[in-house]
């Protein structure tokens, strides 16, 4: 069974860079054929993919994102991080992790395709 857990600042500054973590237990990130995904919920507002780091290492963005956001992986540790620059009070929402295997049909994006969740972490962009 996958488990997930994020870990981050709960507040970060206007113009500053957010970096969140994923731990992942129950198996590798590089031994399962899954999306390792961030995904946030701002207040009062549906989930938003933000992007995604597959198996072998690659990785996709949101279109609205891909310039702020990055991705990456430490595999000896099992953890995925994102990196998110420029934040603004806009940033501000429940941030999780999750995961579902590729070769479902459903775009990588689709937020309900997931099968694990963390239990979210809320960051908060503020001065």
Request: with cysteine.
């Amino acid at each position: 069974q996958v488990q997930l857990q994020e870990s981050g600042p709960g507040l970060v500054m206007p113009s500053q860079t957010l970096s969140l973590t994923c731990t992942v237990s129950g198996g590798s990130i590089t031994a399962y054929y899954y999306y390792w995904s961030w995904i946030r919920q701002p207040p009062g507002k549906g989930l938003e993919w933000m992007g995604s780091i597959n198996y072998s290492g690659s990785t996709y963005y949101s279109p609205s994102l891909e310039r702020r956001a990055s991705i990456s992986r430490d595999t000896s540790k099992s953890q995925f991080t994102l990196e998110m620059s420029s934040v603004t009070p806009e940033d501000t929402a429940v941030y999780y992790c999750a995961a579902r295997r590729t070769g479902l049909g459903a775009s990588v994006s689709a937020a309900a395709s997931y099968d694990y969740w963390g239990q979210g972490t809320q960051v908060t962009v503020a001065s």
